[in-house]
C-alpha cells in the first residue's frame, strides 16, 4: 500500500504563492502517476495537475495554467505543487493522489485515475 501525506497549505493574499508537498510512503514504487486535486464544499473534486513519475511528464488544468507548475524529486519521494499568482477561487482543500494500477495508460488530472488519496490540506487566498 502507498500512504500519502499532503503539507504546505495555509491562508495567503491574492496575488501571493504558496508550494504544497505529498511525500508519499510504503511501496512507493508501485506509484506511476501522481495528482493534485482541489475541493470546495458542495463542488466536485476538480483536477489540477498530473505527473507521470517514470518520465516526469505532466498535464495543468486550462484553470491554472501558466499559475500552477507540478514537479517531483523521485529521491525524496515527494511532488509538489508550485501555486503562484493566487486568487480566491483557488482556496479550496487540496488533495494528492496517486496510481498504482494500469501503468500503460495515460497520466492526466481525472479522478477516475486516481485509487489512493491523501488527506488533504487548505489553502486560503483573501482578496
Known amino acids: 500500500q502507498v500512504q500519502l501525506v499532503e503539507s504546505g497549505g495555509g491562508s495567503v493574499q491574492a496575488g501571493g504563492s504558496l508550494r504544497l508537498s505529498c511525500a508519499a510512503s510504503g511501496y512507493t514504487g508501485s506509484v506511476n502517476c501522481m495528482g493534485w486535486f482541489r475541493q470546495v464544499p458542495g463542488k466536485e473534486r476538480e483536477g489540477v495537475a498530473t505527473?507521470?513519475?517514470?518520465?516526469?511528464?505532466?498535464a495543468i488544468a486550462d484553470s491554472v495554467k501558466g499559475r500552477f507548475t507540478i514537479s517531483q524529486d523521485n529521491a525524496k519521494n515527494t511532488v509538489y505543487l508550485q501555486m503562484n499568482s493566487l486568487n480566491p477561487e483557488d482556496t479550496a482543500m487540496y488533495y494528492c493522489?496517486?496510481?498504482?494500477?494500469?501503468?500503460?495508460?495515460?497520466?492526466?488530472?481525472?479522478?477516475?485515475?486516481?485509487?489512493?488519496w491523501g488527506q488533504g490540506t487548505q489553502v486560503t487566498v483573501s482578496s
Open positions: 505527473i507521470y513519475t517514470g518520465g516526469g511528464t505532466s
Open positions: 493522489a496517486a496510481r498504482t494500477a494500469d501503468s500503460g495508460r495515460p497520466c492526466f488530472p481525472a479522478k477516475r485515475l486516481f485509487g489512493t
